[in-house]
C-alpha cells in the first residue's frame, strides 16, 4: 500500500514539486518500503527519532526537520540532517550554525512564516522575517544557508482562506528572491491541502498520512 501511495503521489504532482514522506511515529519497516518504493526525502518531527530512522536505514536518505525544533536539540542531528524547515527564532539560527561549524557543515535551513488564523501554530511576522534577513548579526552566520520559506496553513474546511494563506506566503517568497537569490523552496502543503498549496507556487509537499495511513502514536 505504502509503495502505491508513493507512485500515484508522484503521479499527480509536479515534476519540480519535492515530496517530502512525513514519517513522524512510523516504525522503520514503514520507512524501509517507502525507500525501496524509491521515495529519499523523509520528514520527521522528533530529533530523538530522527537521529534512530538515519542509524537504522540507508544513508542516501535526505533527512527534514520539520517540527518545531528546541535549540538544544540542534547538537543531536547536526551531523545528517539536510534540511530543518521550521526554524522560528533567530537564536535557533545562531545555534543551527554553531552545531554546523563543529561539524564542519552547512546546513540548510528555512523560515517558518506566521500564515495561519491559530495560535497554536509556530511562525515568524513577514515583516520579521526580512529584519532577521537584513541584520548585521545574521550575515555573520557561515555555517547556515536559508533556501526558502515554509509555512502551515490554517486547519479549516474553507479552501479560500487556505489559497489567500499560501499566496500570501508565495508573494513573500518572490519578493525575497529577488535579493536572495539562494531561495529556491517554498514548502506549503500538507495530506490534506497540497493541491491547493501547489496551485499557490509550492515546490515542496510535506505528506503523512496519505502515504504511510493515519499517524501511531505508539510505537
Not at 130 to 137: D, K, V
Request: charged share 25%.
Amino acid at each position: 500500500m505504502i509503495k502505491e501511495n508513493i507512485v500515484n503521489f508522484k503521479k499527480k504532482i509536479p515534476e519540480n514539486v519535492t515530496l517530502v514522506a512525513v514519517s513522524k511515529t512510523k516504525p522503520i519497516s514503514d520507512l524501509q518500503e517507502a525507500y525501496d518504493a524509491g521515495q529519499r526525502v523523509f520528514g520527521e518531527n522528533k530529533v530523538q527519532e530522527m537521529v534512530e530512522k538515519y542509524d537504522a536505514l540507508p544513508k542516501d536518505i535526505q533527512w527534514h526537520m520539520i517540527g518545531h525544533l528546541q535549540s538544544n536539540k540542534v547538537k543531536y542531528m547536526a551531523h545528517f540532517v539536510d534540511l530543518i524547515h521550521g526554524v522560528d527564532s533567530f537564536k535557533t539560527l545562531i545555534e543551527i550554525n554553531k552545531q554546523a561549524a563543529r561539524h564542519q557543515r552547512k546546513i540548510n535551513c528555512l523560515l517558518q512564516a506566521d500564515i495561519a488564523n491559530e495560535e497554536t501554530k509556530f511562525g515568524l511576522p513577514f515583516d520579521e522575517i526580512q529584519t532577521i534577513l537584513t541584520s548585521e548579526e545574521f550575515a555573520k552566520l557561515e555555517n547556515i544557508s536559508i533556501v526558502g520559506l515554509m509555512g502551515m496553513a490554517t486547519f479549516t474546511e474553507n479552501k479560500q482562506q487556505i489559497s489567500n494563506e499560501f499566496t500570501s506566503l508565495k508573494q513573500l517568497f518572490v519578493a525575497l528572491k529577488n535579493t536572495h537569490p539562494s531561495f529556491e523552496i517554498l514548502s506549503m502543503g500538507m495530506s490534506g491541502d497540497y493541491e491547493i498549496a501547489i496551485k499557490n507556487g509550492s515546490n515542496m509537499i510535506r505528506v503523512g498520512s496519505a502515504i504511510f495511513g493515519h499517524r501511531n502514536y505508539i510505537l
